[in-house]
């Protein structure tokens, strides 16, 4: 199916990552008034059914594609490799975030005027991260597009991919970034948590981890949050720790983070991941 080379995938992807957004938070936005209590959760609810209507509709659409391909076993290892992306993205960000602020190029917020009062709306937060951003937003790239990928492409070449229009689509998402240097580090950084991402997705043989890996990275700025004095020299550092979250996470025994008796496809595990590979267009 044409739907399915990369050359339309990418773009398919890209294009459904705006739609989710828009279809999702439609409902509310044309309904409701934004003062409403119930006006954000509805919208990030609104974006995760969206996500998973489109990927659903994509899928059938591009031949259809099973959807075990995403990845989303129900397994017991599922919660462990949630919770070790979320730790491994926190990480990253946190010491992007202290190697900022040790060599000048950033300060620490303030605990008891910004961090402690969001740590009372904590599972709220990680509530709107989650149905927000990390689900959905993982679903798309690294369920369905990376199976996708996977089918065409070696894998080393699926993580290159995914990575990069991964960050190449952040060119229209809003920063502090105000400078060409600053906004090509912005994309640099988003490709690297794109990395991070397909890395946990590649290692695990399933997506949940991806899924706490973005959660994390969200997370870790809320916990110990910085303010900025050069922006393009934090991007830079969270760019690297990102990279190196996502070389370790590779690195990793597999034994370590697969569950037994969890089934691996053969597009979506860690067993083909030879970075010898050639490509199997």
Same mark, same amino acid.
Request: aromatic share 6%; net charge positive; charged share 10%.
């Given at each position: ?12 992807? !890209?294009?459904?990552?705006? $739609? ?11 309904? !409701? ?7 954000e959760?509805? %919208? !990030? ?7 998973? +209507?489109?990927v ?7 031949g ?13 290892? $599922? ?5 070790? %992306?979320? /730790? $491994?993205g926190a +990480? ?6 202290? +190697? ?20 009372? =709306?904590?599972?709220?937060a990680? +509530? ?24 065409? /492409?070696s894998?080393?070449?699926?993580? @290159? ?7 190449? !689509? ?8 105000d ?7 912005y /994309? @640099?950084?988003?490709?690297a ?22 959660? %994390?990275?969200?997370?870790g ?17 969270? $760019? ?5 979250? %996502? ?11 697969h569950?037994? =008796? ?20």
């Amino acid at each position: 199916m044409k739907a399915t080379h990369p050359a339309w995938a990418v773009p398919i992807a !890209m294009v459904t990552l705006f $739609a989710q957004v828009i279809l999702g938070t439609a409902p509310v936005a044309l309904f !409701m008034d934004p003062s409403d209590p119930l006006y954000e959760p509805l %919208g !990030m609810i609104g974006i995760t059914v969206a996500s998973v +209507a489109l990927v659903w509709a994509i899928r059938r659409l591009s031949g259809r594609l099973p959807w075990s391909g995403l990845r989303l076993t129900r397994s017991r290892s $599922a919660v462990p490799h949630a919770l070790l %992306g979320v /730790l $491994a993205g926190a +990480a990253a960000v946190v010491a992007a975030n202290a +190697a900022s602020v040790a060599i000048g190029v950033a300060t620490w917020l303030p605990w008891d005027k910004v961090v402690a009062p969001a740590l009372t =709306s904590l599972p709220v937060a990680v +509530a709107y991260i989650v149905l927000g951003q990390a689900f959905p937003e993982e679903l798309l790239w690294r369920g369905h597009l990376y199976d996708t990928l996977s089918r065409r /492409l070696s894998p080393r070449m699926v993580l @290159v991919v995914v990575s990069v229009a991964f960050g190449a !689509m952040h060119i229209v998402s809003q920063s502090p970034a105000d400078t060409v240097a600053e906004k090509l580090l912005y /994309l @640099v950084q988003a490709a690297a948590l794109g990395f991070a991402c397909a890395a946990a997705r590649a290692r695990s043989g399933a997506l949940w981890m991806a899924i706490g890996v973005h959660t %994390g990275y969200h997370l870790g700025d809320t916990l110990l949050p910085t303010q900025d004095r050069q922006f393009g020299a934090q991007l830079a550092l969270l $760019a690297l720790t990102l990279t190196l979250t %996502g070389l370790i996470t590779l690195r990793t025994a597999r034994n370590d983070t697969h569950d037994p =008796s969890e089934p691996v496809s053969p597009h979506g595990g860690v067993e083909p991941l030879d970075f010898l590979a050639t490509s199997r267009v």
